[in-house]
Each structure stands twice: as C-alpha cells, then as structure tokens.
C-alpha cells in the first residue's frame, strides 16, 4: 500500500513528472563535466522514477516461467495444469512485488490482475473482470460513503469531544482519558475502515496534543519528559484501537471481507459468514486485545506524575470549550446518525438464528450485506440537508475523496483467490504444509496465525490476507480439518500488523505524527501481538467450534 498512508487521488508527482529525464544540454560546460557525473545523474533518474521497482514485476513472472517447474513427475493433463498454475505464480510475483515497492499506485497495480489474467492464460478477461464486483466490495463502497458523510458533517470529532471530555477527569486522570480516545476510536473503527478512522481520529488526538507542550525548551523536564510519554501513548492507542475495533465486524477492515469472499469462493455449500455471526465471535476477540492494549499503555507510557503535568495544560473545561464551538446538533447530522443507526440494525438482524430467521427471508435470502449499505448509502443522496435550498444530505463532489485503491484492492484479492483455485496452485503450495495433518487445533490456529502475522508486517494486511486465505483453504481440505480453523486463523494473524509502519496505513499515519518511533511501535505492538495469538487459540476451538462448527472434519 502507499507507505504515506493515503488514499484516493494520484499525487501531482505522478503527472507532472516526465517518463525520461531529459537529455544534457549541450554546451560547453557538458563537454567539461566528467563521464561518471552523467551516468550517475542517469541512476538517480531511473530510481526517482522507481524504474527498478516497476521492472523487478516483469522480472520476477518471466524468472518463474523459465526457472519454475511445477511439472515434475507429472504428464499430460497433470503437465498442462501445471503449466497455469505455474503461470498464477508468475502474475502473483508480478503484482506482489508492485504491492510492496510502490512501484506504481495501489490502485494501478491492483488492476495489473485484468491484464495480466488473460496474457497468462490463467482466466478469461471476463472472468477476472467479475470479481472486482460483488456484494462483499459493494458493502464497503457504501461504508465509505458512509464514513465520508460522518467526516463532512465532523460527527466524528463532536463524538470523540464528548466522550474525551467525560473521561478527562477534574483533574486529568491519563488512565481514564486514555480510556475515552481509545475507546472512541475502536467504536468508529467497528462500523468505518480502520484505515479511515484512523485518518477521522488522528486530528482529534493531535489536536488535544496540541494543547501540551512539546520539546525541551525550558521548564521542569520531568514535565516534559511525562508529556512525551503520553503523546505516545495517545498516538499508539489511535493507531491499534482503529485496527482492533475493526476486527470486531465486516465492515472495520477488508481483511474480514475478503475472508467472507473466499470463504463463499472456496465453500459455497456450507454455512455464509454474515454480520451477525462474524461480530459474535470478533467482538469477543476485539475486546480482549482493547483490554490488553489499555493496560499496556496505562503500564508503559503512564506514571503517578503524569496527571500532575498533564493538569497544567489540558482540563476539562478546555474540551467543552471546543465543543461548544460546534454547537448544537443539526438536521442533517441527525438524519446522517440515523441512516448509520439504521444500516447497523440491518446488517445485525438480516440473519438471526437457524430457528430464528431475519428479515432476509422475507425475499428468499436474495440479499447480502452489501445490498442494505448501498440502499442506505443512497438515502444520503435523497434526504434533504435543509442547509441550502435542494441540497441533499450528500452529493457526488463529496464522494472525490473514496478510496478507490481499496477498492479495487479488495477486486485484486478475489480475483487471485480465484486464479489460485482454477489453476490449481493452492493445492500444490498445501503440500508444503502437509507437517500439520493429524496435529490439534491448539497447534493448527496459532501456527496458521504466526504465518500470516509474520507476513503482515511487509505487506498490507489486505494483500497477506489475499495470499495466505487460498492457501490456507485447500490446505483444510488436504489435511482434512475444518477450514474456518486454518481461514479465520489466517484472517486474524493477518490483522496483527503491530510491530512496523509498512505493515498498515494505520501504522504509517500514526508513525508520521512524529510523536512516536518504530521502537515505540515494536515495544508496544509485540505484547498485544502475543495476547491476540493467545486469545485466538483459545477462542477458535470453543466459541468458534459454536459459531463455525469447527469440530465437524472435512
């Protein structure tokens, strides 16, 4: 992903800069300039326009069609299937290496898969166009329209104003106004993208920080020194409570939904993963690593003097002061809160129980998730704001800002997911795993979670997500456990991308606030990295044998 942490749009360097750099001129003064002064300028210009990086994706497929043979002690059709998925291998080479070196735009090389498909042989260009479209990627185009209205009409920062103010204390206790921004931040993370609630959130946390000093520059250091302390603490706590309150349901992150796409790719006959379902099991799984995240601030960046030099600059009074400002609530952002409220009561109550069934029965459960947040993302085109004459609550100019490159992101993972099972690749990658046939799912869910945790921190969750899920699906079928033991394992380990900036977007915007340092991100993520391993291992073969029947063997 874009290492920046943005989002949407090309950046100006993108179109102002030329494809070659242009020729020396041709004067004098370059006939004096030495040869190695020309060949190097030459160097700069190619790794300023990332030429190597765009390269290494070509390289890389044309190196594993020459050098790869998945054929061996294989003929005739067995040779020729091996042959696609040896040329998979090589378009996911391709498009990985554009992932992780930013070569080119997230979002161009997230569409490199409906070119490179076809060339390949791996699936026909309609095939591959079809899978950058379903209900899974319509549920999350209507939750960033969604979110982008809550930005617009700032509910976001009134909620955070309130909530921060009422744990703030009188005096400041740090423990308790940790509490309030952290939890604020992992309530909006459970119903927007963790990525855009980590971008709605940081103004809020930064603009409290504001308020504190920063830096040296005179006065009583252990002050100074307590100040510090805490501002990481806020920065950290934004960036972890956006991932963490996004495990908690479909619509927090696109690691969840990309699991739901494979998981109805890869097992069409068992039992969908829904809302409803999803929320119970990692919501549970959320608030113990909330919990844990909580503590281990409070233990690392809080002592008993940091109330007492967090008094002298920030108090409650000041909180409702800036809230006061917004005033009170207005039509329009009641009427955005309850199109929001609304979407969340469908989405709980569109699936119920196997006794009790919701209201998408009602049209023989031809509706998804993504159906509902459409139609409500709609209304916001329909209801009047009652601002402006004929303005609606939401217009299209609005929308400029939607994070088009998740978007077609996520169509990049589901299009792989299903390059992987047509060519047959998955199943000779689950090969390599075969050590885990016969072993408890004490050792299954935290090996497959390691895995993709390992992996989560180089990459975007959502591409880990993308490579680990195919591989992980047919590895169930070959060692004939469940694979909800090895998918949802997987999905979670890949959320764990605690320890580094390139490991989510998240991770970059609170790294590039300047208040922390990857030493802070490694001290403070590995501990909630080990208890988010530890909580799953116990959660999967109890709640999660409930709630995805994995004691049933395949």
Known sequence: MDKRGSFGGSSSDDVEAPLLPPPPARDDRAKERPPSSSSSSWVRALLAHRYPAVASGPAAAAAVCLLVDLSVGAGGAHAHAHREARNMLAVLAWVFLWWVTGAVPLAVASMAPLFLF?????????????????????????SFILALAIEHYQIHRRLALNITSLFCGDPVRPPLLLLGITGTTFFVSMWIHNTACTVMMMPVATGILQRLPRGGGGGDAGAHEEVRRFSKAVVLGV??????????????????????????????????????????????????????????????????????ALSAHLDRSHLRRELSLLGPMVFAEKMVLAVFGGLIVLWMTRNLTGDIPGWGALFHNNVGDGTVTIMMATLLFIIPSRKNKGEKLMDWNKCRKL??????????????AEGFRSSGLTDILSDGLQFLKGAGTVVIVPVACIVSGVITEFTSDDATTTLVLPLFAELAKAINVHPALLMVSGAVGAQLSYLLPTGSPSNVIGFSTGHITIKDLVITGLPLKVVGIAALTILMPTLGSQLFCTDSRF
């Open 403 to 416: 994070q088009w490159d998740i978007i077609l992101l996520l169509g990049a993972g589901f299009a792989i």
């Open 118 to 142: 076809p060339l390949f042989g791996v699936a026909s260009a309609d095939a591959v166009a079809k899978a950058y479209m379903d209900d899974v990627i319509s549920l999350v185009l209507g």
């Open 239 to 308: 960036v972890y409570a956006s991932a963490i309150g996004g495990m908690a349901t479909l619509a927090g992150t696109g690691v969840n939904i990309i699991l739901v796409g494979m998981w109805s790719t890869y097992f069409p006959e068992q039992e969908p993963i829904t809302f409803s379902s999803w929320m119970c099991f990692g919501l549970p799984m959320a608030l113990i690593l909330f919990l844990a995240l909580w503590i281990t601030l409070c233990h690392m960046y809080c002592s008993n003097n940091t109330g007492k």
